[in-house]
């Protein structure tokens, strides 16, 4: 079974930054893709940041530049560090996973984790 467990997040001021890390844990043969979603209060699960194995990480336009996403593929881990936090970036966000556990790909989310920040 497999689980990604997130760690990080919390409540900070505008301007301010946050480090989001996720791991994948359990029976894992290959992980395709890792990243970050959130999802506002009364809006659709967005995208955040990925990265595909062999591509470079792909961000959401509103959080270019302020956002970085790295992998470290022997500890199945990502990390989303966060600068110059705005007050729209509060959210539920949850760490994504595509990988192979058993015969197919399929995908993978945490519990989630808030993220505030306050004006």
């Known amino acids: 079974q497999v689980q990604l467990v997130e760690s990080g997040g919390g409540l900070v001021q505008a301007g301010g930054s946050l480090r989001l890390s996720c791991e994948a844990s359990?029976?894992?043969?290959?992980?395709?893709?890792m990243g970050w979603y959130r999802q506002a209060p009364g809006k659709q699960r967005e995208l955040v940041a990925v990265?595909?194995?062999?591509?470079?990480?792909n961000y959401a336009d509103s959080v270019k530049g302020r956002f970085t996403i790295s992998r470290d593929n022997a500890k199945n881990t990502v990390l989303l560090i966060m600068n110059s936090l705005k007050p729209e970036d509060t959210a539920v966000y949850y760490c994504?996973?595509?990988?192979?556990?058993?015969?197919?790909?399929?995908?993978?989310w945490g519990q989630g984790t808030q993220v505030t920040v306050s004006s």
């Open positions: 990265m595909v194995s062999g591509f470079r990480p």
């Open positions: 994504y996973a595509h990988l192979r556990s058993g015969t197919y790909y399929n995908d993978y």
């Open positions: 359990g029976s894992i043969f290959s992980i395709n893709t």
